[in-house]
T-cell receptor
Framework: AQTVTQSQPEMSVQEAETVTLSCTYD???????LFWYKQPPSRQMILVIR??????QNATENRFSVNFQKAAKSFSLKISDSQLGDTAMYFC?????????????FGEGTQLTVNP | GAVVSQHPSRVICKSGTSVKIECRSL??????MFWYRQFPKQSLMLMAT?????????EQGVEKDKFLINHASLTLSTLTVTSAHPEDSSFYIC???????????FGQGTRLTVV
C-alpha cells in the first residue's frame, strides 16, 4: 500500500516571499503520478501541479514548482512570490499509473497562511 | 478544466432520514467516480470508487448499506446516506475521472448536518 506523509501541519509566509512545502511517499510501484492539490476556505479542491514519475524534469506551473527526488521519494512544492490567495490547505497526493480506476492517496495536508 | 457539479452544497436532515447527494460531470464522461469524506482540518478519506454500470467498491470500514452509491450513467453518480445519524455529519466530496486522463476533477463538496 502507498503512503503519503506531510510533516508540516501548518506553515506561514509573508506575501511576495517563497515557501516550500514538504511531502514524502512510500511505494513499490515504478509507474505513478504525484500531485499537489490546494483546498482554499471554499473547500473546492484545485489541482496545483502534477508530476509523472518517469519524467526526470521537475514540473513547473507559473509560480509553483516541484522538487521531485525519486530515489528519496520526496516531492516538495515551492511557491514563489506568495500571494494572499495562496492561503489554503495543500495536499500532496499519489496515484498509481495503471488505469482510470486508480485512486488518489492523500497526505495529511499542510495549512499555509500568507500574511500581508 | 472539466467541471464537476455536486449538489446540494449544504443539507440539514433529521436523524433517521435519508439524504441523497448528486455528482455530475458537466462536460465529460466520467468512467470512474470517487466519493470522499472529510472531517474539519483533516485529509480526504476515500469512501468508495464506482465505475459506470458497476457496483461500487467500498473501502474497508465503510458500511455499504449505509452509504449507497449509484453510478448509473457516465455523467451522474449519487451517494445516499441512509438512516442518517449525527455522527454522519461531515463534508462529502466527489471526484470524477475519464479513462484517458490522469487528472481527477472535484465537486464543490456537500456539508451534511444531521440533527
Amino acid at each position: 500500500a502507498q503512503t503519503v506523509t506531510q510533516s508540516q501541519p501548518e506553515m506561514s509566509v509573508q506575501e511576495a516571499e517563497t515557501v516550500t512545502l514538504s511531502c514524502t511517499y512510500d511505494t513499490s510501484e515504478s509507474n505513478y503520478y504525484l500531485f499537489w492539490y490546494k483546498q482554499p476556505p471554499s473547500r473546492q479542491m484545485i489541482l496545483v501541479i502534477r508530476q509523472e514519475a518517469y519524467k526526470q524534469q521537475n514540473a513547473t506551473e507559473n509560480r509553483f514548482s516541484v522538487n521531485f527526488q525519486k530515489a528519496a521519494k520526496s516531492f516538495s512544492l515551492k511557491i514563489s512570490d506568495s500571494q494572499l490567495g495562496d492561503t489554503a490547505m495543500y495536499f500532496c497526493a499519489f496515484m498509481k499509473g495503471e488505469t482510470s480506476g486508480s485512486r488518489l492517496t492523500f497526505g495529511e495536508g499542510t495549512q499555509l497562511t500568507v500574511n500581508p | 478544466g472539466a467541471v464537476v457539479s455536486q449538489h446540494p452544497s449544504r443539507v440539514i436532515c433529521k436523524s433517521g432520514t435519508s439524504v441523497k447527494i448528486e455528482c455530475r460531470s458537466l462536460d465529460f464522461q466520467a468512467t470512474t467516480m470517487f466519493w470522499y469524506r472529510q472531517f474539519p482540518k483533516q485529509s480526504l478519506m476515500l469512501m468508495a470508487t464506482s465505475n459506470e454500470g458497476s457496483k461500487a467498491t467500498y473501502e474497508q470500514g465503510v458500511e455499504k448499506d449505509k452509504f449507497l452509491i449509484n453510478h448509473a450513467s457516465l455523467t451522474l453518480s449519487t451517494l445516499t446516506v441512509t438512516s442518517a445519524h449525527p455522527e454522519d455529519s461531515s463534508f462529502y466530496i466527489c471526484s470524477a475521472r475519464t479513462s484517458l486522463n490522469t487528472e481527477a476533477f472535484f465537486g464543490q463538496g456537500t456539508r451534511l448536518t444531521v440533527v
